[in-house]
């Protein structure tokens, strides 16, 4: 069964310029999440999506971070504009038993803003 | 807000001895779950726990939940190099949230 798959795994740029990051989460399953990790940290739950509407988007911040999911599988999450405190590592995690049970992870986007 | 704390935030140990980490929380949770990360790579889930008081074990692993269903911990028996890395827990109450890692280094 093939995994979570993102992409870039690395993403340089420029302050106040975009960027966007993309996710194939595992077949079948519905819940997707994208989170926020700064090195030494814990991932930080940015949005999380139940087929393709959003259950949580509490914690992104939305005068510059976006995320959809399209018919319900694939993800793209955007900054714009990017800031230096954006420089992190940001992972897509889906599960198949809905919001708050096993998450399966990707890689990553390790994106450094400068 | 679901807050989880972990500590000890890092822990250094030498092979062969034995170490418990701690995922402490006010909230009640429906499950826990324990995922281990390596540089460079995203999470990767060790066990859920469930009912409050279960105990699972994965090899040297023992992972305990709480009776109360608030809090859990890890207990790594005769640890190895490879058990190195940032050991997260998470809750699930319809959303899943990150404590911020206990960070374990065997050495060799």
């Known amino acids: 069964e093939a995994g979570v798959a993102q992409s870039p795994r690395y993403k340089i740029i420029e302050k106040r310029q975009s960027v966007a990051f993309w996710c194939n989460p595992i077949?079948?399953?519905?819940?997707l999440y994208w989170y926020q990790q700064i090195l030494g940290q814990g991932p930080k739950l940015l949005i999380q999506?139940?087929?393709?509407?959003?259950?949580?988007d509490s914690q992104l911040p939305k005068d510059r971070f976006s995320a959809e999911r399209l018919k319900g599988v694939d993800s793209t999450l955007k900054i714009q504009p990017a800031k230096l405190e954006d420089s992190a590592v940001y992972l897509c995690?889906?599960?198949?038993?809905?919001?708050?049970?096993?998450?399966?992870f990707g890689q990553g986007t390790r994106l450094t803003v400068v | 807000t679901q807050l989880l704390e972990q500590s000890p935030q890092f822990l250094s140990i030498q092979e062969g001895e034995n170490l418990t980490v701690y995922c402490n929380s006010s909230?009640?949770?429906?499950?826990l779950q324990w995922y281990r990360q390596e540089p460079g790579e995203g999470p990767v889930l060790l066990v859920t726990?469930?009912?409050?008081?279960e105990v699972k074990k994965l090899k040297r692993l023992t992972f305990q939940f709480g009776d109360a269903r608030k809090d859990s911990s890890l207990h790594i028996t005769a640890a190895q190099p490879g058990d190195t890395g940032l050991y997260l827990c998470?809750?699930?109450?319809?959303?899943?949230?990150f404590g911020k890692g206990n960070q374990v280094v065997v050495i060799p």
């Open positions: 995690a889906s599960s198949f038993r809905g919001p708050g049970t096993e998450a399966f």
């Open positions: 077949s079948g399953h519905a819940t």
């Open positions: 999506f139940q087929n393709n509407g959003v259950v949580d």
């Open positions: 909230s009640v949770f429906s499950s």
């Open positions: 726990v469930v009912t409050g008081g």
């Open positions: 998470a809750g699930g109450n319809n959303r899943l949230a």
